[in-house]
């Protein structure tokens, strides 16, 4: 069983930084940080292997956040920098527990935290 609660959500003007994190608790092989916003489907924002540390990021987010993992703590960032209105969404923690591979869709990732909201104002 794998449990994933992330933290660091909050409101922030365009242009600014926030940072999520996601504790993660079982045996994990690769993780990922999805986003929904109201209205639309849940998309990938960024990926990252456990062992490797293999990162992979939507078009829409390269260059401006960053996946970062601490094997010791078992901790998975998200850094997000130059943000703007429509980063604005729940973000959710992912773990695949049976693959290293790179997955973009939702439904192959095994567990889910509950989510923290960005809120980026203009």
């Known amino acids: 069983q794998v449990q994933l609660v992330e933290s660091g959500g909050g409101l922030v003007q365009a242009g600014g930084s926030l940072r999520l994190s996601c504790a993660a608790s079982g045996r994990t092989f690769s993780l990922g940080w999805f986003r929904q916003a109201p209205g639309k489907e849940r998309e990938f924002v960024a990926f990252?292997?456990?062992?490797?540390?293999?990162?992979y990021y939507a078009d829409s987010v390269k260059g401006r956040f960053t996946i970062s993992r601490d094997n010791a703590k078992n901790m998975v960032y998200l850094q997000m920098n130059s943000l703007k209105p429509e980063d604005t969404a729940v973000y959710y923690c992912?773990?695949?527990?049976?693959?290293?591979?790179?997955?973009?869709?939702?439904?192959?990732?095994?567990?889910w935290g509950q989510g923290t909201q960005v809120t980026v104002s203009s």
């Open positions: 992912a773990a695949k527990t049976r693959t290293f591979y790179l997955s973009l869709v939702p439904a192959q990732y095994d567990y």
């Open positions: 990252i292997s456990w062992s490797s540390g293999n990162t």
